[in-house]
């Protein structure tokens, strides 16, 4: 099992240009999350997905979207990418009623 | 709203040398407590958690007891290895909840 599996590893943005983070699981969780990791402010909460087909704020979403495209995928949308959305972005999950979360091995985005 | 802080890094020991690592926490009600490590180019694993007052979390000879009445939940390692070098993350999810929140994460370095 390749556990949760983020793409791509690496990307490198001007400003203003869109894309797409990817994340899927294949641990069959409920709940997927998209956390952004800045140096001295641990993880930040971006959204999230409680169970298929619902998606919601987390504490800082501004400039992003997410869709929860099935139960197996969560992607992370940036419209009109900034420099200050330079970050690593890690993908989470967890089973529904349990607290653990699995974390992905992270997509690192320079926005210039 | 809920918190986590621990300290700053980054620690630079000694292999063989005793580890503490600080957390305390802000939070209504009885949060789970979590530490995760995020070993380099990696994401983060669970390393041991905490579910009620006076539990106490232990894996790979890590600890770390919940302490209410102080809202503490430090990290400790007797005698660290050079393959304990890492960014380490305090975290609490409070019951019935779906988002953690991480502290700023707090960086060791054993040297050989």
């Known amino acids: 099992n390749a556990g949760v599996t983020q793409t791509p590893k690496f990307q490198v943005l001007k400003t203003g240009q869109s894309m797409t983070l990817q994340c899927a699981q294949d641990?069959?969780?409920?709940?997927m999350y998209w956390y952004r990791q800045d140096p001295g402010m641990g993880l930040r909460l971006i959204y999230y997905?409680?169970?298929?087909?619902?998606?919601d704020k987390g504490e800082v979403p501004n400039g992003y979207n997410v869709s929860r495209l099935n139960k197996r995928e969560f992607s992370l949308r940036l419209e009109s990418a900034a420099p200050s959305q330079t970050s690593v972005y890690f993908c989470?999950?967890?089973?529904?009623?349990?607290?653990?979360?699995?974390f992905g091995p992270g997509t690192r985005l320079l926005v210039l | 709203g809920d918190s986590v802080t621990q300290m700053e890094g980054p620690v630079t020991l000694s292999e063989e040398a005793f580890l503490t690592i600080n957390c305390t926490y802000t939070a209504t009600g009885y949060p789970s407590l979590f530490w995760y490590v995020q070993y380099p180019g990696e994401g983060l694993q669970l390393l041991l958690k905490?579910?009620?007052?006076?539990d106490k979390g232990s894996n790979k000879g890590f600890e770390a007891t919940y302490r209410k009445e102080t809202t503490s939940f430090h990290l400790e390692k007797g005698s660290v290895q050079v393959s304990d070098s890492a960014v380490y993350f305090c975290?609490?999810?409070?019951?019935?909840?779906?988002?953690?929140?991480f502290g700023g994460g707090t960086r060791v370095l054993v040297k050989p």
């Open positions: 975290a609490l999810i409070k019951a019935a909840g779906n988002k953690l929140t």
């Open positions: 989470a999950t967890k089973e529904a009623g349990l607290e653990t979360q699995y």
């Open positions: 997905s409680a169970s298929e087909g619902t998606t």
């Open positions: 641990m069959n969780h409920n709940s």
């Open positions: 905490a579910t009620k007052a006076d």
